[in-house]
């Protein structure tokens, strides 16, 4: 099956893609040095369309590419990456760029994302712990060199803690009326 070259992004798509790679750091591919780069916003412009003055004749991210590395980029037809400082004006093509890994969300959490996230982590206490068992069995503490060499021991067993249940709270609301909490629950 060939791969279509002729992609483009709509507005819309291209809002949505701002939101979530505004201030995420990326490295290059079409460099031989790795170099770590902030995305500040995505150009309105494709690659192809994108231009700058090079040695006093305009040309386009695209055509520079070509030029300077003997890239010939696969997707003109997307938008490059605009990278800091804001003032270099630096444009980099999304298909050569790879997102850093271990980098924190720092936009709000869309419904689906929240919702994906909270199914992720409310988990019963016994699963949890069966999930945290089988992680640690698998990760094979007791041989890791680094570990030993500092001398950290990791204990298999659990920590278990007494717990207390608390009493649920009362609400109170329009004209000097209470509701306490059932099961969680504010209902009455």
Same mark, same amino acid.
């Given at each position: 099956?060939?791969?279509?070259? #002729?992609?483009?992004?709509? %507005?819309?798509?291209?809002?949505?893609?701002?939101?979530?790679?505004?201030?995420? /750091?990326?490295? +290059?591919?079409?460099?031989?040095?790795?170099?770590?780069?902030?995305?500040? *916003?995505?150009?309105?412009?494709?690659?192809? /369309?994108?231009?700058? =003055?090079? =040695?006093?004749?305009?040309?386009?991210?695209?055509?520079?590419?070509? /030029?300077?590395?003997?890239?010939?980029?696969?997707?003109?037809?997307?938008?490059?990456?605009?990278?800091?400082?804001?003032? /270099?004006?630096?444009?980099?093509?999304?298909? +050569?760029?790879?997102?850093?890994?271990?980098?924190?969300?720092?936009?709000?959490?869309?419904? %689906?994302?929240?919702?994906?996230?909270?199914?992720?982590?409310?988990?019963?206490?016994?699963?949890?712990?069966?999930?945290?068992?089988?992680?640690?069995?698998?990760?094979?503490? %007791?041989? *890791?060199?680094?570990?030993?060499?500092?001398?950290?021991?990791? =204990?298999?067993?659990?920590?278990?803690?007494?717990?207390?249940?608390?009493?649920?709270?009362?609400?109170?609301?329009?004209?000097?009326?209470? +509701?306490?909490?059932?099961?969680?629950?504010? #209902?009455?």
């Amino acid at each position: 099956r060939e791969m279509r070259t #002729d992609v483009s992004l709509r %507005d819309s798509d291209k809002v949505i893609m701002k939101k979530h790679l505004k201030m995420l /750091k990326v490295t +290059v591919r079409h460099q031989n040095q790795k170099r770590v780069y902030r995305v500040l *916003d995505l150009t309105d412009k494709p690659a192809s /369309k994108l231009s700058f =003055e090079v =040695e006093g004749r305009q040309m386009s991210v695209a055509q520079y590419f070509q /030029k300077q590395y003997g890239y010939q980029l696969k997707y003109p037809n997307l938008p490059c990456l605009w990278m800091s400082p804001k003032q /270099k004006r630096t444009y980099i093509p999304m298909e +050569v760029c790879d997102i850093v890994e271990g980098q924190r969300c720092v936009r709000k959490l869309t419904s %689906d994302e929240v919702r994906t996230m909270i199914r992720a982590t409310a988990k019963k206490p016994h699963l949890r712990k069966q999930g945290i068992d089988e992680q640690f069995k698998f990760l094979n503490l %007791d041989q *890791d060199p680094y570990l030993k060499q500092f001398n950290i021991n990791v =204990e298999r067993q659990q920590v278990s803690v007494r717990g207390k249940v608390l009493t649920a709270p009362s609400v109170g609301y329009a004209q000097q009326q209470s +509701v306490q909490a059932q099961n969680g629950v504010l #209902d009455s």
